[in-house]
């Protein structure tokens, strides 16, 4: 039975947060939301064998030049996926969506979901408003994740700017969104991000996007550039040592082989993007998975300790 680190909950709060800012899903990411019912949930749930589901909000980030009524969205959004994981306290928990790029605001708004909603951690897209996780400007708010040792389940956010016209341009999905999360943690590692703030548990989506490619690059590029004057030194194997990875996406054939060569099997967690992959689909390649003998001494790690030491149970 496995908890799943990479589950959406769609209420009409954050709908409605949305459209109140004007952000179009399909103009954002080139897909419409998916249809959500806490029915729908717990049925896939049950078919998928999964124990319990940490809920996020999905992608687009609510954000707009106004801070007090981004905030004013934010607890909307939090308020209703609370009230939907307190109906199901045994199957559901959530983790707080926050108004990242406004950092006071972020931290009052966690304190509140944690100490009077309930919430397990704190969801964080890769970039808030252009702003990327690991900027300098986040201090404070990571300082005050790093003092509650929480739980941060990493989602990846279009970047404000990139090409339209090539195929990766059109459906988010298909390549902007792994490449703003490797963006992002590496932005993360350069600012020693990991290390200074060691008690955060990190959850890095999609079988760690493209880090496993990026990982020797980066150590020898980042040790280039610091020889030369033009950043920190930084030990990037250190600062990857602290990240867990769920395998939302497609971890067979290729992606799961490539993280296990840089990860550690310890630092795996389960993550299905439902209802963003529909169950059907979810439930064939979790059936693959469970059924391949190559995985089985790793799939009780997935669905046992790993999940429990990324929980800090």
Same mark, same amino acid.
């Not at 954050?14 to 103009?27: E, F, H, M, T, V």
């Not at 717990?42 to 609510?62: D, N, V, W, Y």
């Not at 993360?188 to 996007?209: C, D, L, Q, Y």
């Not at 990240?243 to 795996?268: H, Q, R, T, W």
């Given at each position: 039975?496995?908890?799943?680190?990479?589950?959406?909950?769609?209420?009409?709060?954050?709908?409605?947060?949305?459209?109140?800012?004007?952000?179009?899903?399909?103009?954002?990411?080139?897909?419409?939301?998916?249809?959500?019912?806490?029915?729908?949930?717990?049925?896939?749930?049950?078919?998928?064998?999964?124990?319990?589901?940490?809920?996020?909000?999905?992608?687009?980030?609510?954000?707009?030049?106004?801070?007090?009524?981004?905030?004013?969205?934010?607890?909307?959004?939090?308020?209703?996926?609370?009230?939907?994981?307190?109906?199901?306290?045994?199957?559901?928990?959530?983790?707080?969506?926050?108004?990242?790029?406004?950092?006071?605001?972020?931290?009052?708004?966690?304190?509140?979901?944690?100490?009077?909603?309930?919430?397990?951690?704190?969801?964080?897209?890769?970039?808030?408003?252009?702003?990327?996780?690991?900027?300098?400007?986040?201090?404070?708010?990571?300082?005050?994740?790093?003092?509650?040792?929480?739980?941060?389940?990493?989602?990846?956010?279009?970047?404000?700017?990139?090409?339209?016209?090539?195929?990766?341009?059109?459906?988010?999905?298909?390549?902007?969104?792994?490449?703003?999360?490797?963006?992002?943690?590496?932005?993360?590692?350069?600012?020693?991000?990991?290390?200074?703030?060691?008690?955060?548990?990190?959850?890095?989506?999609?079988?760690?996007?493209?880090?496993?490619?990026?990982?020797?690059?980066?150590?020898?590029?980042?040790?280039?550039?610091?020889?030369?004057?033009?950043?920190?030194?930084?030990?990037?194997?250190?600062?990857?040592?602290? *990240?867990?990875?769920?395998?939302?996406? +497609?971890?067979? &054939?290729?992606?799961?082989?490539? %993280? @296990?060569?840089?990860? #550690? =099997?310890?630092?795996?967690?389960?993550?299905?993007?439902?209802?963003?992959?529909?169950?059907?689909?979810? *439930?064939?390649?979790?059936?693959?998975? +469970?059924?391949? &003998?190559?995985?089985?001494?790793? %799939? @009780?790690?997935?669905? #046992? =300790?790993?999940?429990?030491?990324?929980?800090?149970?």
């Amino acid at each position: 039975m496995a908890i799943d680190f990479h589950a959406h909950i769609i209420t009409p709060e954050y709908r409605w947060g949305l459209k109140s800012l004007n952000i179009d899903p399909i103009a954002a990411d080139g897909f419409a939301l998916p249809d959500w019912s806490k029915e729908k949930h717990l049925e896939f749930m049950r078919e998928a064998g999964i124990e319990r589901s940490i809920l996020s909000s999905p992608t687009p980030h609510i954000w707009c030049d106004d801070e007090k009524l981004t905030a004013k969205i934010h607890r909307e959004v939090n308020v209703s996926m609370a009230e939907v994981c307190r109906k199901h306290s045994d199957k559901f928990s959530f983790v707080a969506s926050v108004p990242l790029p406004y950092t006071y605001a972020s931290i009052e708004e966690y304190r509140f979901a944690k100490e009077k909603l309930g919430a397990v951690g704190v969801k964080l897209t890769t970039n808030a408003g252009g702003v990327y996780l690991g900027d300098p400007s986040l201090d404070n708010f990571m300082a005050e994740l790093n003092k509650e040792s929480a739980l941060v389940i990493i989602h990846p956010q279009r970047a404000a700017e990139y090409p339209k016209t090539p195929i990766t341009g059109t459906v988010a999905a298909i390549y902007e969104y792994p490449t703003d999360t490797t963006r992002a943690v590496l932005n993360m590692m350069a600012h020693k991000v990991m290390t200074r703030f060691e008690n955060i548990r990190f959850v890095v989506p999609h079988t760690g996007s493209f880090l496993p490619y990026m990982l020797q690059r980066f150590t020898g590029v980042s040790g280039i550039l610091a020889s030369m004057g033009m950043m920190e030194s930084v030990d990037v194997q250190k600062e990857f040592q602290n *990240l867990y990875f769920d395998i939302a996406g +497609d971890p067979e &054939p290729v992606a799961l082989d490539m %993280l @296990l060569s840089v990860a #550690g =099997e310890d630092k795996i967690v389960y993550g299905s993007d439902f209802p963003h992959s529909p169950a059907k689909v979810v *439930l064939a390649k979790k059936k693959h998975l +469970d059924e391949n &003998p190559k995985y089985q001494k790793l %799939l @009780l790690k997935i669905y #046992g =300790e790993n999940e429990k030491n990324c929980l800090g149970k």
